[in-house]
């Protein structure tokens, strides 16, 4: 059985299919047709709706909002949580401040993307004190209008974040935290229908547990990826086992030599963590997807999908990250580079699942840079994505780890490259020969993303690209390139 809040209302669900999307439960089971599908692939935000969260910020209980794609949301994961819809922003007639925001700026004109960018405007209110573009255009990177342009709508979050005043949410947080509190799962859950199931364990041992028993099930983090073999493949998944709600696997510990995230870890909450430590990362992770995939989508989940093209993987192999990996009760730590074997073929055993990534953190000389090369600035997967991780002391490289996503059919170092930089000087003709050398490890694809000759040309110019910024730290040319 699972149990969640909508808005206010409990509702307790036992047999449901596990494969219903949050967004078919709102308009199939419910009636509530609000919450548009425009793509179910997570790529326009018609369907965003808000969760929230039992959180507590600086010695405050409080809820934590934060939008989703309900697309790409399986509706177990909603267990303990609060669901908020465009049906629940009105108020004793009234509409809220940011529907009357989108009224007053003409931010409106069809009915499929308006509830969207009413709900990434609602939790950008939510979460901001001030009206700040930055933090629009990131809330908005996510939904997709064609028509209206953005330019209203951008008026819209700056009315609603300068006007904003207290609404039914803070009016019944009190009552909504003790609600939350009653239902926070306190043992392992089920949602099942017929033979499909879907186990929702609290601890790392119950997962391996569970996982040894059901050694066919199918991990299901934050469901960006999973989800889309039902919605788009029209696959059923039969067994399903949830891991959003082991809190030691979404601990994020800092110690003077390394950073430990737990692999179910939200892409939204390594941002602040991996952009102290290393800019560039948190450069990649303001590109990766739209927030609303950054607050669903894991860390494990990245690595687990064993995606070529995706895009953590290759800066966590250039920093050296490892992995532990757990099965039954046995632990291994495995280089994330040792991780990758073929295209979609990884070290993991059967019932095995990865526990924690961790990453080391920066030493003395290192440099280290990223580039993600998409179509698209926001919301765009990468056709290239490279990571320099480079100790250069006195114009001689003394290490070099080096590695590409979209060159091959998995995340993987360029070892030619590495060795003819490594211990050489830090010299325009050398970065010749290390270009020259990506050719020999690198024998890219062409797709529909980008050609194999569009691909090797613009690793090679990452590469000198990377030479440039170092030779001039004191020039800021980290401007993000794309195609
Ligand atoms: C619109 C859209 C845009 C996207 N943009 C990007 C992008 O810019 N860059 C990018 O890299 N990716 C992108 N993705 C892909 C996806 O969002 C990411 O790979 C995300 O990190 C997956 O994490 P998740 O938690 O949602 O994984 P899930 O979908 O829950 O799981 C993905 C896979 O990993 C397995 N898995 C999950 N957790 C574990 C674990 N702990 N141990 C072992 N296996 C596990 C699952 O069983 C499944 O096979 C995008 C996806 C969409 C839909
Ligand atoms: S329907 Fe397009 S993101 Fe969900
Ligand atoms: S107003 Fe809906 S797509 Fe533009």
């Known amino acids: 059985m699972i149990q969640f809040l909508l808005n206010r209302e409990l509702r307790t669900e036992q047999q449901l299919d596990p494969n219903v999307t949050v967004l078919n439960y709102l308009r199939e089971h419910l009636a509530k047709p609000g919450t548009k599908e425009g793509c179910a692939s997570g790529d326009c935000g018609a369907c965003t709706v808000v969760v929230g969260e039992l959180a507590n910020v600086d010695g405050r209980e409080c809820v934590r909002y934060r939008t989703l794609n309900s697309c790409l949301t399986f509706v177990a994961s909603l267990h303990g949580k609060q669901l908020i819809t465009v049906e629940d922003l009105k108020h004793q007639g009234k509409l809220h401040s940011v529907q009357q925001a989108m009224v007053d700026c003409h931010g409106s004109q069809c009915g499929f993307c308006t509830p969207g960018f009413v709900m990434s405007l609602f939790a950008l209110q939510k979460n901001s004190s001030s009206f700040s573009k930055a933090e629009t255009m990131e809330a908005l990177a996510g939904n997709l209008c064609r028509c209206t342009g953005y330019r209203p709508i951008i008026d819209a979050a700056e009315q609603a974040c300068c006007q904003k005043q207290p609404d039914q949410f803070d009016v019944f947080e009190a009552q909504t935290i003790a609600q939350l509190k009653a239902i926070a799962p306190a043992e392992t859950a089920e949602l099942n229908s017929g033979d499909k199931r879907c186990l929702l364990p609290l601890t790392v041992a119950d997962l391996a547990d569970i996982y040894a028993a059901n050694p066919e099930a199918r991990l299901l983090a934050g469901c960006t990826d999973l989800a ?74 990245n690595i687990g999908n064993a995606s070529p093209i995706g895009d953590a993987p290759p800066l966590l192999i250039a920093l050296g990250a490892q992995i532990v990996l757990r099965k039954g009760a046995e632990s291994r730590t495995l280089s994330l580079e040792d991780y990758f074997i073929d295209y979609k ?88 020969q290390a270009c020259a050398a990506l050719a020999e490890d690198f024998t890219p694809l062409s797709d529909f993303r980008a050609s194999k000759e569009y691909r090797l040309l613009t690793a090679q110019n990452l590469l000198r690209k990377c030479f440039l910024e170092l030779q001039a730290p004191e020039v800021e040319t980290r401007v993000t390139a794309y195609v």
């Open 228 to 301: 889309l073999e039902v919605t788009q493949f029209h696959r059923e998944l039969p067994v399903m086992i949830y891991v959003g709600h082991i809190e030691s696997m979404k601990r994020i510990e800092v110690t003077e030599r390394s950073i430990e995230i737990g692999a179910a870890t939200a892409l939204s909450d390594c941002y602040a963590v991996l952009a102290q430590d290393y800019p560039d990362f948190g450069e990649l992770l303001h590109r990766f997807a739209s927030l609303q995939i950054r607050n669903q989508g894991t860390l494990g989940g």
């Open 345 to 432: 073929v990884t070290a993991r055993q059967e019932a095995e699942f990865i526990e924690k990534i961790i990453v080391p953190r920066p030493q003395a000389n290192q440099a280290f840079r990223a580039y993600k090369v998409s179509k698209r600035l926001d919301d765009d997967i990468s056709a290239v994505c490279a990571a320099f991780n480079l100790k250069v002391v006195d114009g001689t490289v003394q290490t070099a780890r080096i590695a590409f996503g979209g060159m091959a059919a998995i995340p993987k170092r360029a070892s030619a490259c590495e060795a003819v930089l490594k211990g050489a000087a830090w010299y325009p003709e050398i970065i010749e």
